[in-house]
Every structure is written in C-alpha cells, then in structure tokens.
C-alpha cells in the first residue's frame, strides 16, 4: 500500500459499525455526481476510499496498474488494428470478391463529373460503366494474380509503371490513369460471377461495429454476476479465435463471420477495459488514466495499420491476421498473469463523521438512514476476514460473492437510461463521431490509388496515409487526458474543491472543432483530386480521428462521474449503442458518398456534429439540476 494510501486509511477508515450522521444533504452525496474533491487543505482526497485489504484493487502497487493499463491498451490496439486497417487492404478485397467491371475503372484514374456518372469525380468509374469498361474486363486474363500480365487492360501494368495521359476532363486536365496495383501472393482477382457488390465488401469494415455494440451488451452485465477477469479473458481469447479463422477464411461469408467475431472479442475492451481502470485508479488519476488507455491503443494501432499495406503486399492478407493472432494471444498470456479481479466490495465506512459507501463500480455515496441496513448486508469483509494477496488468489478466475441480481438490476437500469437527456446526447455524439471516424477509414484507399494532383499512390503505401493518426493519437492524450485533469481541478477550486462531472465538457470544444476541419479537409481533397493535393486527404484523416479519440475519452469520463451509480450500465449503453448506431449510419456509406460526394458526404457528417455537440452547451450549465431531476425521478 502507498504511503498517500495508507494515510488515507489510517486517518478516514474507522470501524464500518460505528455510529455517524447520514445527512442526504452531506458534501459527498447531495446531487448525484457531485464529489468533495479537495479538502480543508487543498489537498487532493483519495476517491474512491481505499480499504486496508490487501486484495482492494486500489492498494495494488504502481507498477501492476501500469501493468493491467499497459495490458489492456495491448489487447486494445490488437482488435482496434484488425477492425480499423480493413480500410487500406478493401482495393484488395474488391478484386478478389467483387466484379472487375466495377472496381477496375476506379483503378483507371479517370476524371469525370457527378453529373456523367452519378458519383463523385473523385471516386472515377464506378457508375461510368459501359462498352468500354465491359470490354476491359473481358481483357482481364482469368488467371490474373500476383505478377501476371495486364496487357488486356488499356493504360495498365502490372509493376506500378508510370502513369499515362489519355484525354483531357472536362477541366481540360489531362486525366490520369493511375497503375494497376501490385497483387499479394494470395489475392486472386475473381473473374467469374457470383460476384460481391462493393457495398457489401464493404461490410467487412462496418459490420464488425454492430457486434462491437452486441459484446457490450453481454460483458458489463456478466461482469457484476461473474467478475471483470473471466469475462475479459473470455473476450480475449474470441478475439484471438476470430483472427485464426478469418487467416483460414475460404471464401467472403466466411471472412465476414470471422470479422463479426473479432468485432464481438473487441467489443469489451470498450467498456470493461474501462471499468477496470476505474476499479484500480482513483477519481483525480482516471481522467490520465482513461486518456493513456484510448490514446496510446489507438495511436499504436495507427502504427500498426501504417505497415498492414505493406505486409499485405509483402506476405498476404492472411498473414496479417496471422500476426494479429499471435499478438492477441501474447495479450491474452499477459492478462491471464498481470491483471487480477478487480470487483471489491467494500464496507460502509465513517469519513469525518460521515457514513458513506463505495460500491462494486468504486462509486462513493453518502448512506442515509433507510439504506443503512441494506448496504450492510451487502458489504465486504470486516477488517478482521481480509485476506493476503496470493499469486493462487490472483490467477483465480472466480471470486465470489456473486449474484444474479446485480446483473438483471443492470439491465433494469439501462432501460432507465435511454430516456435521461444527458445521457442521450452523449450516445449520438459519441455515434455521429465513430461513424464519421469508420466511415473514412472505408473510402480513403480508393481516391488514393488514382489521385491526380500528386501522383497516385501505390497499393503498398496506402497504410502511409493513416501515418497522421499517430501524432494526432499522441496529442490527444494531452488533450484529453492531462489537459482535461489540468481544466477539471482548476475549475474544482473556483467552485470550492468540488468536483462537477460538466467541468469535463470544457475539454471537448477543441475535438468537436477539429473533427469538423477535419471533415471538410478528407471531403473537398477527396471530391476533386485533379484540383487538391493528397495532403487534404491525409491530414483530414489525422483531423477526424484526433476529434474521435479526444472525444470518445471525454464523453466516456463525463458519462460515468455524472451517473457513478450507473457506471455499469453506462459503459454499456454508451459503447453498445455508438457502435450500433454507427453501424446504421456507416451501412451504406460507400452509396452516400457516391450519391452525394465526398464534399457532401462529409460535409453533412460535419454540420450535423457540430448542431449536436451545440446542445452540450445547456447540459454543460444545467447538468447539476438535471442530474438532481434524474435523482429525484429515478429514486437515485
């Protein structure tokens, strides 16, 4: 136990039987979210309160929480790199599932107006099929694969030659056929129907959100009835099982099946890994905390997704997975020995003379007199019953008490949340924002390999374009993190040392405003490349995910300080309904785009995130009465 720790218990751990008052009005629990923060000395309190057992989760020593943070950021950036780089090998999945005379002639580079071919020129010739592009797929060698021929093809070879001019646009440009992409060792281009539309190739990259929202909905519950450690192993090794098979796919449907299955193993990392960090770490240390975890998963994904294109081109497709198979078993090794069960039930405790509990989510409430006898049955062991810490005990996957009443009363509560205000707005930000961040990452690739002002890029550069992200990852753990744990305690000590969830809201002006540049610049590059130079394109796409990072990690912390009751049940409606919601949104994003353009497309995803993240401003003033509204309507 740290000393700062031991201190903490020393002086505010008393006797969990010994008598005090439990005035509702008390500093700790007189509005729901509303936390004393910084006592009499403006010195930082330690909340949750920590227990003097061995086995609270709080006590563990600083390097085994850098150990389960560092962990679960590992199991994080291994599913959040095999959903999330499907962007930059889908030019590869279009040829071996998809019908040449739909995908090749975006491979032609030609530049032609919405209006000729009802789609943007930037996405040249996936409607401006015709004779022509009948007849070049008719030239296509059946048995065209890695290093064969692509004479049939006007304009195209096989090594990634110089492009050739042919023809002007109607900007008098001269239009650019971009060169045929260098194929895998195991990418066959299918030449013989059935052939998959681009829009369902496209489900490879969204369909596995709608399961990432599904896993949510089994892991939070299951994990009051069974422990966070079983279910979190439990998703980690489907995971690790969904990328063997998606390595071994025969055919799209089972490609696909594979994906969903990796998209359900890396649901849980949403919101479990996030109750967990909010087992281990306590209030003023979880703003970092939760920053590091999302900040750092997703910029090493980006570093991973930067090598997919070459590796894919390199050794194949299937290796790819191959490797995230094996470094999502080294993940799930690591948790099996680094991190423990971290539920704890703790007793009723006496802090200054006021009763106050802290239950199974590491939520502090004030006890009134009513709830006294009821939260003593359900409290931890006495100080008399704890236990060592053992490496038997830590391997442990089942530690009781566990119930089922904890689990259905979450499912009760997730119903109760669907219609709270607050909590409804951060659902469709959070959605609106993960849609447009999938949505990028699906239709990058394409515009790239025909780009005009520039020089298109080579399939096995396409994971450069994500290079962006990485900065843009690390930056947002400052912004994020550090600078909203910097905002949040200065504006405790203007209002006294007390903590109000709204203050975390402030961080999430500069994301909102960066994602909406960020739009602009990925749409207006992306709809005219003959005009715009691919930078556009790429800093967007570092624009787009530096707004998401930031402010998934906002939206989650404010989510849960505001209800900590609900901690639970918030992850769950929170994680589960932005991927679902963002499902539908991103379903037919490759028709949107093409009915709309790029401009439009992301233009209109822009605008509608700015109006929706406008409506924060009066949850930002009027969070507290609300969030008192919600106590007094809900019997908080």
């Not at 990259?205 to 939070?220: D, E």
């Not at 422990?227 to 390595?247: D, E, N």
């Not at 409290?379 to 019953?385: F, T, V």
């Not at 409606?573 to 539908?584: D, E």
């Amino acid at each position: 136990m740290s000393a700062d720790t031991e201190k903490n218990t020393i002086n505010c751990h008393e006797d969990p039987q010994s008598p005090g008052p439990s005035d509702s009005t008390s500093t700790l629990g007189h509005v729901v979210g509303t936390v004393q923060l910084y006592d009499e000395d403006d010195t930082v309190r330690l909340i949750p309160v920590p227990t003097s057992d061995p086995r609270d989760p709080l006590n563990l020593p600083k390097w085994r929480k850098i150990a389960i943070l560092v962990t679960l950021t590992f199991y994080g950036i291994t599913g959040l790199t095999a959903i999330a780089t499907v962007g930059s090998i889908i030019p590869f999945m279009n040829m071996m599932y998809g019908n040449p005379a739909e995908y090749m002639p975006k491979l032609m580079g030609s530049s032609v107006n919405a209006g000729e071919t009802g789609g943007p020129p930037g996405v040249s010739g996936a409607a401006a099929m015709g004779g022509g592009s009948a007849a070049m797929a008719g030239g296509i060698s059946e048995d065209l694969s890695s290093g064969a021929s692509f004479s049939g093809i006007p304009g195209l070879t096989s090594e990634g030659g110089s492009s050739e001019s042919t023809g002007t646009s109607d900007s008098s440009r001269p239009v650019k056929r971009a060169s045929a992409p260098k194929l895998p060792p195991d990418v066959k281009m299918k030449m013989a129907p059935p052939f998959e539309s681009l829009s369902r190739i496209s489900l490879l990259g969204s369909l596995p959100s709608l399961f990432m929202g599904v896993s949510n909905f089994i892991t939070v519950p299951l994990s009051l009835a069974f422990g966070r450690r079983l279910l979190l192993l439990s998703m980690m090794a489907i995971l690790t099982a969904g990328l063997v098979w998606a390595k071994f796919a025969e055919n799209f449907e089972h490609h696909l099946a594979a994906r969903c299955l990796v998209g359900l193993g890396t649901g849980s990392f949403e919101s479990l890994g996030p109750l967990i960090v909010y087992d281990i770490f306590f209030l003023h240390q979880r703003g970092s905390a939760i920053g590091a975890l999302w900040s750092f998963s997703g910029m090493f994904s980006f570093v991973l997704g930067i090598m997919c294109s070459e590796v894919v081109v390199a050794i194949g497709w299937r290796w790819l997975y191959g490797i995230l198979a094996c470094l999502s078993g080294v993940g799930l090794l690591a948790a099996i020995l680094f991190v423990p069960e971290t539920r704890h039930l703790r007793s009723i405790q006496n802090i200054n003379g006021e009763l106050v509990h802290t239950d199974a989510f590491g939520n502090v409430m004030a006890v009134k007199d009513h709830q006294l006898e009821k939260l003593k049955n359900q409290s931890g062991n006495s100080r008399s019953e704890y236990q060592p810490r053992t490496l038997s005990s830590d391997l442990s996957l089942i530690k009781g008490p566990y119930t089922w009443d904890e689990c259905w009363k979450c499912c009760i509560t997730m119903v109760k949340i669907a219609i709270v205000p607050n909590m409804l707005w951060v659902i469709l930000l959070n959605s609106i924002i993960i849609a447009i961040n999938i949505s990028s990452s699906l239709v990058f690739a394409d515009p790239l390999l025909s780009w005009q002002k520039g020089g298109n890029w080579e399939s096995s550069k396409l994971g450069l374009a994500t290079s962006g992200m990485i900065p843009a990852a690390f930056l947002s753990f400052f912004a994020s993190g550090w600078l909203m744990d910097v905002i949040t305690k200065r504006m405790s000590k203007r209002n006294g040392g007390v903590h109000e969830p709204e203050d975390r809201l402030a961080s999430l002006v500069l994301p909102v405003l960066v994602l909406f540049v960020g739009c602009i610049s990925f749409g207006v590059a992306n709809q005219d490349t003959a005009k715009y130079h691919w930078m556009g394109s790429v800093v967007g796409l570092a624009f787009i995910n530096f707004g998401f990072l930031c402010a998934n990690t906002t939206l989650s912390v404010y989510a849960v300080e505001a209800y900590p009751q609900w901690a639970g049940p918030l992850l769950v409606m929170v994680c589960a309904f932005r991927n679902i919601i963002s499902f539908a949104i991103t379903f037919g994003v490759v028709d949107f785009v093409k009915k709309c353009g790029f401009d439009g497309a992301f233009g209109i995803y822009g605008g509608v995130t700015v109006a929706i993240a406008l409506i924060g401003a009066p949850v930002f003033i009027w969070g507290k009465p609300l969030r008192k509204w919600c106590s007094r309507k809900f019997g908080m």
